[in-house]
């Protein structure tokens, strides 16, 4: 493995975004000079998944401070909320995005609260942005450790979009951080990744991430894994999330849910991992998760081809809620939680 996928840097120039709409046939980084730029690459998909859009929300926040001109703190606060609220009308479901958001603002109120200058804030929110991004590699790096126990030598882990290094602030990634770990942990894995259609992260994403590592993986259509499932082929489902609620709901890629309630079905393990960021308290179920719908056109077309008629409805749900009765654990880097996952979620924050 090589282990060198960051897809968000931070730089003196900007914010440095390996460009997800062209993989896998191109690898291309753009530089984001000014937040509204890092709020369109959230927005267009230029960087996506939960961890990843938090950490670059975080980035495009300090940025926007940085280019702040003034010495009032009160005038940086007032940017503070609008730059936040630009941010966060890009993407409602990754509540890492939210989060982040949450967790800059705490930071600029306790420098506040010190008496530190304009020029010191400014320094101390690009540090704290910093900080957001070291500490999800490291989570990444539990979630594979503690994941990666769960995955059999020899088995094959069927996975869903991509909740891999490109997907997190990087490295090893949630849902291919626990397939990351069991190879690490000398065990030998095999993927089957579903193509994930519409906007196809599994096909040119998740197939791309592990070639990069060397780990095998067979790309299949979405409506395929049942029959896998059903003939034996499939050991392990591993995904990530976009948030889970306190009950334990999981939000993520659509399609998600099929592939929980096929697992069940066949007997199949069916595991999420994501860092502790994507866990809602403040959402009781999965009823209470805002699910994003994306235009029709990701639908009717693949890039200029038209696939579908003119004049015809089109529904686009970017994301599903798995109960959490189809979960069999959630792994995060506290450890693997269980059912009842309203007192095993609360206590991993304790
Ligand atoms: O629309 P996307 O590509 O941002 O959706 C990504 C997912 O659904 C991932 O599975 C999820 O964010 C977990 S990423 C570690």
Known sequence: ???????????????????????PTEEKWLTLRTYDEVAAGIKDMVVRGAPAIGVSAAYGIALGLNQFVGTDIADLEEELDYISDVIGRTRPTAVNLFWAIDRMKRTFAKAKAEGRTVSEIKQIMIADAKAIHDEDIESQRLIAKFGGELIDDNATVLTHCNAGALATGGVWGTAL????????????VSVIADETRPYLQGARLTAWELLQDDIPVTLITDNMSGHMMKRGEVQAVVVGSDRIAANGDVANKIGTYMVAVLARRHGIPFYVAAPLSTVDLNCPTGDDIPIEERDRREITHVKDIQLAPEGIGISNYAFDVTPNDLVTAIITEKGVARAPYTESLKAQFD
């Open 1 to 23: 493995m090589n282990l060198n996928i960051i897809p968000v840097k931070w730089s003196d120039e900007g914010v440095l975004m390996l460009d997800q709409r062209l993989l």
């Open 177 to 188: 951080g626990v397939i990351r770990g069991a190879v690490d942990q000398g065990k030998k």
